[in-house]
DNA sequence: ATCCCAGTTTGATACAGCGCAAAGAGCGCA
DNA sequence: TGCGCTCTTTGCGCTGTATCAAACTGGGAT
């Protein structure tokens, strides 16, 4: 039992179609976290025991080569449910999370899994969804990365942030988290010199405006002539 | 009702823990089918209205981009379900699929699937598993395309058909569907040309014996070694 | 006030792999 | 037997990006 409220999940997709008194069921049995910035929620290769939900911040979900590379998965907003590779038969995280700002997640541990499929309706299909749709995204960073240059794949990288994560500010969408070039870099397979050089380019032509971990997108639609879809 | 015969299914992921009688079952409401090398099972943007499972053959998932370059997803092998999209949330088929010699298929309509699911003990859980094999899949494409050179692609893209289409002949591991340079730079996001330098320079080295339409892998070890994992 | 460090910018150089081009080579078909 | 199509091989020049190197900047800690 915890004193968290229901409208917390009333909107959120997997919860979206429950009633109040299911939603409170669900509660009781969740653990609330708090997270600082870059710390790590879980880590690849650990036992997947617990699965979560995002409520407030953005998470960085990252692989590692065997030589230490780091390669960005994806990026995970507040509302999206994470961790749930056990859903799909997974017994370890395929992946480590780790926070790009500060963080409040819930969890349970896996096995409830099983247990909300069962017990409420509509709540199998709705997270499948949530699968469905990075399978999508996977699907086209795959072939961006196997037919676009840099540039271009920089461009989508970034409006996917902005679509995301974007938040309206005066002179355009501000990416609403700190974000270095390097992490850029690790979404689309570059280097942060080649990231840097384009943002240069880019802020010179007015499409962005960038400080030192803080990227503003000033003209969306340019970027989409440059993304190439 | 068909005269399919039971044992078809009884080895197969999702059926493997059903009863014969269930698997008769699922036989009688599903619709076989024989596709000819090069035809398209279903196609990008279709409605998803049937899934499949391929019961011999090989097919070739590909996606095409606006200006028209192909990019192969993944490659089905016998005993595996195809089509499932509906299955995550996704109302029309993300891709295009491609008989890549001649197959052999069942069928069922989509709506189907709900039943199965609830009906049959396992069969979501078996299903999502095949999901999360794929996802897996499509991760270490992306972090391969984003940190590896395309050698080491190419070697990668090699032991992954071995794996999972091999067939051992006297020399080494056959793959044993026809395959040719172009669909090889297909999935690792290359040209046919640097595809055919790599394999010749790996014939030369012993590694390989390759002929039109036709790849076997002598000296798989070696490979793994210049695919760098 | 100063130091330090993480992040950024920019230049110079090198080279992997692409694009283009053209010549084989295997195979079905008439 | 020869034609035509698809697939393969190989050469050559070019260019997009990585790599190496070095200087700059802003902000937090002492």
Redesign the pocket.
């Known amino acids: 039992m915890n004193n968290l409220d229901e409208s917390l999940l009333a909107n959120i997709p997997p919860f979206r179609k429950l009633q109040l008194g299911q939603i409170r069921e669900i509660l009781d049995c969740a653990t609330p976290k708090r997270f600082e910035v870059g710390t790590s929620v879980f880590e690849e290769g650990l036992d997947a025991d617990r699965f979560y939900l995002l409520l407030d911040g953005h998470i960085r979900v990252i692989r590692t080569t065997p030589d230490g590379e780091q390669v960005t998965a994806l990026y995970i907003s507040s509302g999206q449910l994470f961790g749930i590779a056990a859903a799909l038969g997974r017994s370890q995280y395929p992946a480590t999370a780790l926070t790009a700002d500060e963080c409040l997640t819930l969890s349970w541990p896996t096995r409830l899994w099983q247990d909300f499929v069962t017990k409420y309706d509509g709540f199998a299909t709705e997270s499948y969804k949530v699968v469905g749709a990075r399978v999508d995204e996977m699907n086209n960073r795959i072939v961006e990365m196997a037919t676009?240059?840099?540039?271009?794949?920089v461009a989508c990288a970034l409006l996917r942030l902005v679509n995301q994560a974007g938040k309206k500010v005066s002179h355009g969408v501000e990416i609403d988290f700190p974000?270095?070039?390097?992490?850029i870099?690790e979404m689309t397979?570059?280097?942060?010199?080649?990231?840097?050089?384009l943002?240069?380019a880019w802020?010179k032509s007015g499409i962005v405006a960038?400080?030192?971990?803080?990227i503003v997108v000033t003209n969306p639609h340019q970027l989409v002539l440059l993304s190439g879809t």
Request: net charge positive; charged share 30%; glycine share 4%.
């Open positions: 676009q240059q840099v540039e271009q794949r974000i270095t070039r390097q992490n870099s397979g570059t280097t942060l010199h080649t990231v840097s050089r943002l240069s802020e960038s400080e030192r971990r803080k």
